[in-house]
């Protein structure tokens, strides 16, 4: 997750830094307030700021940084949403069921070509992965790439992910599914154009 491969995983790493840097710093400075006011000796006759404390740490710098992080998350949220019609993507089906993962592709040369836990896929191209179940909830999540994305009985949900580079990238199912759940893994193999064109023609003439 911390590691990301895509622009998908990018934005969500993104997130968590600045959630993860920016709760840091702010619990440093309460926690230098809250030392402060230990050490401290009120002088005789001096004037209380709780109000300012109450109203501007209570309320207004919370309700801004809360704001602030909610548009950002919005917006980000917004951004990961997959274009079903978008040239160039990869279209990939990936059917769930106890408990492995069957994927299928569209687009390829020869439509019945199906792999079991493992995604072959172009690098530097967007996926359009839609996700489906045979029988129990599951999830599809590969950390370095993206988001999680449930696998529904009867639905269709559909993520968009990219692979930046060639590579392999592992996965998981994400969702308790039984008691093969744990030996659920699966694989994204993400080739450059080459040798992803030449894997698909190959398929293709089997
Ligand atoms: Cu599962």
Redesign the pocket.
């Given at each position: 997750m911390l590691q990301p491969g895509g622009p998908d995983a990018r934005a969500i790493a993104m997130i968590w830094n600045v959630m993860a840097w920016g709760s840091a710093l702010i619990l440093i400075g309460m926690l230098a307030l809250g030392a402060a006011a230990c050490r401290r000796t009120p002088r005789p006759g001096e004037r209380s700021r709780a109000g300012v404390f109450l109203l501007g740490g209570g309320l207004a710098f919370p309700g801004v940084v809360l704001l602030a992080l909610l548009i950002y998350g919005l917006r980000t949220g917004d951004a990961r949403i997959a274009f079903p019609d978008e040239q160039g993507a990869w279209r990939v089906d990936v059917h769930?069921r106890q408990?492995q993962w069957e994927v299928r592709y569209p687009d390829a040369p020869h439509p019945g070509w199906t792999t079991q836990n493992e995604i072959i896929a172009p690098a530097g191209r967007p996926l359009h992965i839609s996700v489906t179940s045979h029988d129990v909830i599951?999830s599809l999540w590969i950390p370095q790439l993206g988001g999680k994305i449930d696998a529904i009985p009867g639905r269709i949900n559909v993520i968009r992910l990219m692979a930046d580079e060639p590579g392999r990238y592992r996965g998981v199912?994400a969702?308790f599914?039984g008691v093969g759940?744990s030996r659920?893994p699966i694989l994204l193999h993400a080739h450059d154009p080459a040798t992803f064109a030449k894997l698909t023609q190959e398929v293709g003439h089997e």
């Open positions: 769930a408990w599951h199912c969702e599914c759940h659920m």
